[in-house]
Nanobody
Framework: QVQLVESGGGLVQPGGSLRLSCAAS????????MTWYRQAPGNQRELVATITASGLTNYLDSVKGRFTISRDHAKNTVYLQMNNLKPEDTAVYYCNAKRLADNYWGQGTQVTVSS
């Protein structure tokens, strides 16, 4: 059974930092592209950052220079380091694992940026 379990969300003040984690099980983690998405109330889900199996990364323009995605194959975990957070980063953040026809989602973790 495939599981993606996100953690690390919470309430943070503008300018603060959080690190999200997504622990994967039930898949050969090193073969999957891993992506963080987010969805704010009333908005569509959007891609925030992705890292391929070989380590190539891509980011949403609005988070470039502030967010960093990374992966640890020994721990089957993908991370999203989020710095200089802004109120507009407030959303539920979801982890996604994708390879060919396989496409898996985590349950999401809430990030709230507010003073």
């Amino acid at each position: 059974q495939v599981q993606l379990v996100e953690s690390g969300g919470g309430l943070v003040q503008p300018g603060g930092s959080l690190r999200l984690s997504c622990a994967a099980s039930g898949i050969i983690f090193r073969l999957y592209a891993m992506t963080w998405y987010r969805q704010a109330p009333g908005n569509q889900r959007e891609l925030v950052a992705t890292i391929t199996a070989s380590g190539l990364t891509n980011y949403l323009d609005s988070v470039k220079g502030r967010f960093t995605i990374s992966r640890d194959h020994a721990k089957n975990t993908v991370y999203l380091q989020m710095n200089n957070l802004k109120p507009e980063d407030t959303a539920v953040y979801y982890c996604n694992a994708k390879r060919l026809a396989d496409n898996y989602w985590g349950q999401g973790t809430q990030v709230t940026v507010s003073s």
